[in-house]
């Protein structure tokens, strides 16, 4: 039986706090491929990185990293084999450090409303065609019908698809807009999920940021430093995300990429 991943969850803020981090933390806690340490201790964080095969950055925000912690990351990501997981506004934490940037793949620059928007899923690579699915989408079903706020307007007839559609599909969430700098999307990345940008109001996007017509949300590269795996989803704003079998089926399976372990059988309990 393989030993469950060691992860270490940290939610530490210093600007706008997401009320879906308890969502967050009580769903990871769930699984069982995952041995899940949360902290929001920069202290607790320097003592227990180390002793983990992934470092899970959840709705960081502003500079939530002191000099001493940030090295401590630094220092995990050099480490041969090991894995970062960014979940949605981790991307506006660290704002000025362009090495945390360069980690994610992306700088956070704002976003509209939170609305619906269609997204499309990217099961082969342009690069890799003739391959089967990537790992992190195999086996997910599409979203269910409880995946969106109670607070969501209806959805527009022009964004709904078939209801077990596994390819594109309307969502409800926050739409992230990211600076092209230090890159968009990351170099040598594999982009997995993509938002269509005329479904929605308050894209800000530049040439460049776009895969045909499409925004990248959820990606995986491997940082240039070290072999550090990369996986990072924009997606997750409200608490329904973490009851949902698509969203969290593509998480834990992010996970598993990013640990570099498919030996897990793909049981998606969230319903």
């Not at 960014?86 to 506006?92: F, I, K, N, S, Y």
């Not at 599909?169 to 890159?183: A, L, S, V």
């Not at 240039?224 to 990369?230: A, F, H, L, P, Y």
């Not at 704003?237 to 030996?263: S, V």
Request: proline residues 7%.
């Amino acid at each position: 039986m393989t030993s469950p991943i060691k992860a270490l969850l940290f939610t530490r803020t210093s600007d706008y706090r997401h009320a879906s981090i308890p969502a967050l933390a009580t769903s990871l806690s769930s699984l069982s491929s995952l041995s899940l340490t949360h902290t929001e201790s920069l202290s607790e964080l320097q003592t227990l990185l180390p002793a983990q095969d992934i470092l899970i950055l959840g709705h960081n925000t502003g500079d939530f990293l002191d000099d001493e912690s940030l090295s401590a990351v630094e220092a995990f990501v050099e480490r041969e084999g090991t894995g970062v997981v960014g979940v949605h506004a981790c991307t506006a934490g660290m704002l000025e450090c362009q090495w945390y940037a360069d980690l994610l793949g992306a700088r956070f620059d704002g976003h509209p409303e939170p609305q619906w928007g269609r997204l499309k899923v990217h099961y082969r690579s342009e690069e890799a065609k003739d391959q089967g699915e990537h790992f992190v989408l195999q086996g997910i079903p599409a979203p269910s019908p409880s995946s969106f706020p109670s607070s969501a307007s209806p959805c527009p007839e022009t964004l709904r698809a078939s209801p077990d559609s596994r390819t594109d599909f309307p969502w409800f969430d926050e739409w992230y807009n990211f600076k092209p700098i230090p890159r968009f999307p990351p170099k040598g990345s594999t982009v997995l999920v993509s938002v269509d940008p005329t479904t929605y109001q308050g894209w800000t996007g530049e040439s460049g940021d776009e895969i045909g017509s499409l925004h990248p949300l959820v990606w995986c590269h491997e940082a240039e430093k070290g072999s550090t795996r990369v996986f990072h989803t924009a997606l997750g704003h409200f608490d329904e995300a973490y009851a949902d079998r698509w969203f969290m089926g593509m998480l834990e399976r992010g996970i598993w990429w990013a640990a570099r372990r498919g030996c897990y059988c793909m049981k998606v309990k969230h319903v």
